[in-house]
């Protein structure tokens, strides 16, 4: 039981890393386009999902299917930082419509996050309320 649960924790833990580097890749991105291709690259690889799939699932599928992959809350919002970046970037090589999808997406997880955790977090309040935002001025 305790080895189940070691490989678990060590799971969650190698799936926030792979995230936060994703969020970094972005981050520091000068090429915002090829960035992008990197990214979708490296969550088919890794993940096993293809986001163009992903981001026209139904609401409530696509929040499964990130939990069963994803594991925990925390890389759950972590996937959210990753959609939001996206949405930041993604007028450089995409439409107003896909920038509108990662938006969207990542507000669906951040709410489903907030339904289902049983702790309140200022940081996720704010970053629901600056991607509503977002999607209201445009």
């Known amino acids: 039981m305790m080895e189940r649960r070691d490989y678990l924790m060590h799971q969650i833990q190698e799936m926030g890393a792979f ?13 915002p386009s090829a960035q992008i291709k990197a990214v979708r ?10 986001l163009n799939e992903v981001l026209f699932l139904e ?17 759950m919002e972590h996937f959210a930082s990753l959609l939001e970046q996206l949405g930041d ?30 702790n309140y977090s200022m940081e996720r309040q704010q970053k629901i309320a600056d991607i509503r935002m977002r999607l209201n001025n445009n």
Do not use: C, P, W
């Not at 969550?43 to 293809?50: C, I, S, T, V, Y």
């Not at 599928?61 to 925990?72: D, I, P, R, T």
């Not at 509108?100 to 955790?117: N, R």
């Open 59 to 75: 609401d409530s599928s696509f929040n499964e299917v990130l939990e069963e992959k994803l594991l925990s809350n925390g890389n």
């Open 19 to 31: 995230l936060a580097r994703l969020i970094l890749r972005l981050k520091e991105a000068h090429q």
């Open 89 to 118: 970037v993604a007028l450089e090589d995409e439409t107003f419509l896909r920038q509108q999808i990662y938006y969207h997406k990542a507000l669906v997880l951040l709410e489903y996050v907030e339904q289902k955790s049983q």
């Open 41 to 50: 690259a490296e969550m088919e690889r890794e993940l096993d999902l293809k």
